[in-house]
């Protein structure tokens, strides 16, 4: 288990951390009437918002719930400025904690990681097992699906500053089930929690070969039995240990590409997934009709950002685009 963190809360409340929440938590928002009204009196509510804090009688607002529909649809819940503050100024102290517990295989939300690093060792993998059998999973409704009572005990595995775990309840109950997406605290509690099946995978069944970003996970294995009975394995720690459920699984070889972080990949290149070009195909249909070139031009800046790590040959002239 490790060290325990006591004493943390002092750090949280520091006006310096404060100060670095606000600023991180201003990041990509200085449009928003929550920041403007924010930032009108900054000092002061910066001020407010340590008093509150230390005196224990902040309460996190209403969240503004809304749907996204690309890649799938799901439902955002946004909290107000304040709390995304208040939020970040907790994670700047106990999210580096989790961070040196996380295993080099988990590849979401972390420093130096992410989605194309995340694409770059599945195929790394692929080159280094000729003729490999990969088992691809994730499971159904994750964040809607988290034991939030198991999730605390991994919270309290390295906490145990009451006063940081009580804040952490405010934005995480400790009994229920699910996790809000678009919180920073259930970001980090999602990946706590798929930590869980690295911890199982590379303590217990002693198999490093794989990658997880959040909910997906690809382990690439010699053989097809041994990766379908690694499947049925996988389920059971996942139904007894962590309440969850497969929604997809498959076994195939490596020969067939691994379709993971929005690339399919084999040893020897990776293509964008069909998916993503329809959607780009759509979108710049879409702005070609509206004639809005602003839009268009932030939509490929994303875009083309993701697809320059894939192999795309005549893909960009296909769509009409300039590389």
């Given at each position: 288990?490790g060290?325990?963190h006591?004493h ?14 606000y600023r991180?938590a ?7 009437l929550?920041?403007l ?11 407010l ?9 902040y ?8 749907m ?13 400025f304040?709390d ?7 994670c700047?102290i ?6 040196r517990v996380?295993?080099?295989?988990s ?8 989605t194309h ?11 280094k097992?000729?003729?490999a059998?990969?088992?691809k ?25 009451a ?8 934005f ?12 920073l ?5 999602a990946?706590l929690y798929?930590?869980?099946?690295d911890?199982w ?11 997880r970003?959040?909910?997906?996970v690809?382990?690439v ?48 290149h ?5 998916s ?14 509206s ?8 939509f ?5 950002g ?12 296909h ?5």
């Amino acid at each position: 288990m490790g060290k325990k963190h006591k004493h943390l809360f002092a750090r949280v409340v520091d006006r310096d951390n404060l100060w670095a929440a606000y600023r991180k938590a201003s990041l990509g928002k200085r449009n928003s009437l929550g920041y403007l009204e924010f930032r009108q009196n900054e000092a002061a509510n910066i001020a407010l918002l340590e008093r509150r804090l230390i005196d224990g009688s902040y309460r996190p607002g209403e969240p503004r719930q809304f749907m996204v529909f690309e890649p799938k649809a799901r439902q955002i819940s946004a909290l107000p400025f304040v709390d995304r503050v208040a939020q970040h100024a907790l994670c700047n102290i106990i999210e580096p904690i989790f961070d040196r517990v996380f295993l080099p295989q988990s590849y979401a939300c972390r420093k130096c990681k992410g989605t194309h690093a995340a694409a770059r060792q599945v195929q790394s993998m692929l080159r280094k097992t000729p003729e490999a059998w990969v088992l691809k999973t994730d499971f159904s409704k994750y964040f809607a699906s988290i034991d939030r009572a198991v999730l605390h005990r991994e919270f309290r595995r390295k906490l145990s500053c009451a006063k940081t775990l009580a804040l952490l309840e405010a934005f995480i109950p400790a009994d229920g089930i699910g996790l809000p997406i678009g919180n920073l605290t259930s970001q980090l509690g999602a990946n706590l929690y798929g930590h869980m099946v690295d911890r199982w995978l590379c303590h217990v069944v002693g198999i490093s070969s794989f990658v997880r970003y959040m909910d997906d996970v690809v382990v690439v294995g010699r053989s097809r039995e041994a990766m379908h009975l690694l499947q049925v394995l996988m389920e059971s720690h996942a139904k007894n240990a962590m309440r969850l459920r497969f929604s997809r699984w498959s076994v195939q070889p490596s020969a067939a590409g691994v379709n993971f972080c929005g690339y399919r990949i084999w040893p020897t290149h990776k293509l964008l997934r069909r998916s993503s070009v329809q959607r780009a195909r759509r979108k710049l249909a879409s702005f070609a009709r509206s004639g809005d070139f602003v839009a268009k031009s932030q939509f490929l800046g994303a875009w083309l950002g993701h697809a320059r790590h894939a192999n795309m040959h005549h893909l960009l002239a296909h769509l009409g685009v300039e590389k």
